[in-house]
């Protein structure tokens, strides 16, 4: 890596390779210089916005997560989701419900399966028990993520109690 000045004064990135050889006893040098000024303006802004998102779900109260459809582990879940039990690669029934197993794939509260049938954004009235015991009503609003192909991928799942609202 090197600093390039352009013709107009504009500061430039620029990446060095250099490769040796031999051939019938000479030796020579290729040296290719590529410009990465604009790769480097790129991954600063890439990173400016992964820090706004990770300072944006740090701020929130409410859980959320991104679960991987294909095997419902948690691939983020920020402070408020984590719990007591939170480790890496937890699948999202045990960590929310503390359950050994997927939810029945009938089941349409299940925001995986239900994105899996509908492909759409859902909102779904949940119940589920505290770690007391206690009965908790929440309203999780989820969202379908796709890859380029348009196979999905992930889904988000944010969630809020309405548990003293409806009662």
């Given at each position: 890596m090197a600093d390039g000045i352009r013709k107009d004064g504009a500061k430039l990135s620029l990446e060095y390779k250099i490769s040796h050889h031999t051939d019938n006893d000479k030796a020579y040098s290729i040296v290719v210089v590529r410009n990465i000024t604009e790769q480097e303006r790129i991954d600063e802004e890439i990173l400016l916005n992964e820090k706004i998102l990770d300072d944006v779900c740090a701020s929130?109260?409410?859980?959320?997560?991104?679960?991987?459809?294909?095997?419902?582990?948690?691939?983020?879940?920020n402070k408020a989701a984590r719990g007591d039990n939170y480790r890496p690669n937890i699948k999202c029934y045990e960590l929310i419900h503390n359950l050994r197993t997927p939810c029945d794939e009938d089941d349409e509260s299940c925001p995986v399966n239900l994105i899996?049938?509908?492909?759409?954004?859902?909102?779904?009235?949940?119940?589920?028990?505290?770690?007391?015991g206690n009965e908790k009503i929440f309203e999780v609003h989820a969202h379908p993520i796709f890859n380029e192909?348009?196979?999905?991928?992930?889904?988000?799942?944010f969630s809020f109690d309405k548990t003293d609202s409806i009662k």
């Open positions: 929130m109260n409410e859980p959320f997560y991104v679960i991987n459809v294909d095997d419902y582990t948690v691939a983020f879940a899996r049938k509908t492909r759409q954004p859902e909102i779904i009235n949940r119940t589920q028990k505290d770690k007391n192909n348009g196979k999905l991928k992930q889904i988000t799942h």
